[in-house]
């Protein structure tokens, strides 16, 4: 079982990356032997060793290796409101928002924090938030094969806010659907008020 202690790289003794960060460092212009800056690479490599601790994890699935008998539980799971940090591809610029999953199962169940790892370990890496998005759902898919899945990610992106427009207020909305929830446009709706429920 993966724990969130085991999602970190060993960047702080990678010699070559810390180079490579004093190199950047020296080309806008600044000085990487300023009092300020000299340990600013180690302190990068410990961040980037968070930051992007989902390449870590190999297979991502793993989280949800444990699982317990429904016991005929069979009506929708709402899990709402995980928080998290990650950067796009693009520009390695943050985006932080909240993933919101809906589940029906079929037979078998997760533990609550098994969502919340498996959103940390993709928003963990570089890519866009509609590959991450997918990314959750197909997981989900593949451990549990519930009998529908919605995952639904509201996130606001500082490529956007501090680059060109300059808009800070605009938020990205991405989803995921699939078995039920495609079939049954009630349970789609029941999930979404449940979402924006306060």
């Known amino acids: 079982m993966v724990e969130m202690n085991e999602m970190r790289l060993d960047l702080k003794n990678n010699e ?4 490579a960060f004093k190199f950047i460092i020296e080309q806008i212009g600044e ?6 800056l000299k340990r ?3 302190r990068i490599a410990k961040a980037f060793e968070e930051w ?3 390449y ?6 793993e989280v949800l290796n444990r699982t317990f008998p429904s016991e005929g539980y069979n009506d929708l799971c709402v899990i709402k409101n995980i928080s998290f940090n990650s950067f796009c591809e693009h520009h390695i610029a943050p985006f932080d928002g909240v993933a919101h999953i809906g589940i029906v ?3 078998r169940i997760a533990g609550l924090d098994k969502f919340v790892k498996l ?3 993709y928003a963990r890496r570089l890519q866009t938030q509609e590959v991450m998005t997918q990314q959750i759902g197909e997981a989900i898919k593949k451990v549990l094969k519930p009998k529908g899945i919605y995952v639904l990610i509201e996130a606001k992106h500082k490529c956007v806010g501090s680059r060109e427009t300059r808009n800070e207020s605009t938020e990205f909305i991405t989803t995921y659907r699939d078995g039920l929830f495609i079939k049954k ?3 789609e709706s029941r999930f979404l008020q449940l979402v924006n429920k306060r």
């Not at 000085?31 to 300020?36: P, V």
């Not at 870590?56 to 699935?61: F, H, L, S």
């Open 40 to 42: 600013t690479p180690l």
């Open 56 to 61: 870590a994890i190999k297979n991502p699935e």
């Open 52 to 54: 992007f601790g989902g």
């Open 119 to 121: 959103v940390y370990m």
């Open 16 to 19: 070559e990356f810390k180079k």
């Open 185 to 187: 446009e009630d349970l």
């Open 105 to 107: 199962y079929n037979n």
């Open 31 to 36: 000085d990487s032997d300023r009092e300020g």
